[in-house]
């Protein structure tokens, strides 16, 4: 049987990894100055310490992904809405498997750049990904408003404050 809503776990670890996202997206300065500086050989331990947090940020990341994952296993998930357009139900079914996706593919690849020095991989971290998780995070708060205030559903309720039966 399928839960009607969320558990508070997955609550958790959803708007804690959304709030490490934003930061790492948002403030991106300290690993950019440090990349500029550490090419040139000089960059100071201001900067290294910018770019550590960064990194520890992404490897928090990293480690809700995995959390969240088990929980889905163990936990599950609500049901998509019966009356939801079976176009809509194919985008977020999309939407969220990229973004899953993203949510291993982005740490890994900053790992991969900051502590091997795999530069494709920073490339790919910096500018693909990145870009890609802009527009999936727009489209992902865009169709839980759509669901809140035009097919007025409990889709945010139940990743917000939880549905009771």
Do not use: C
Not at 39 to 53: F, H, K, P
Not at 70 to 90: H, I, N, R, S, T
């Amino acid at each position: 049987m399928k839960p009607i809503s969320y558990s508070v776990p997955q609550r958790i670890v959803h708007w804690a990894t959304a709030l490490l996202i934003f930061f790492n997206l948002i403030f991106t300065d300290g690993i950019e100055t440090w990349h500029r500086a550490a090419r040139s050989g000089a960059a100071t331990d201001a900067q290294v310490a910018d770019a550590n947090i960064h990194a520890y940020v992404g490897i928090a990341i990293l480690a809700l992904a995995v959390i969240r994952i088990v929980l889905l296993a163990f936990q599950g998930k609500p049901a998509v809405p019966a009356d939801e357009p079976q176009l809509a139900k194919l985008a977020s079914a999309v939407v969220h498997g990229l973004l899953y996706l993203l949510l291993f593919l982005l740490p890994i690849s900053g790992i991969a750049a900051y502590y091997f020095g795999v530069g494709l991989a920073g490339e790919a971290h910096a500018e693909v990904f990145k870009t890609v998780l802009w527009l999936l995070l727009g489209l992902h708060i865009a169709a839980a408003l759509v669901h809140k205030f035009y097919w007025k559903t409990d889709v945010l309720d139940r990743m917000t404050k939880g549905v009771k039966a």
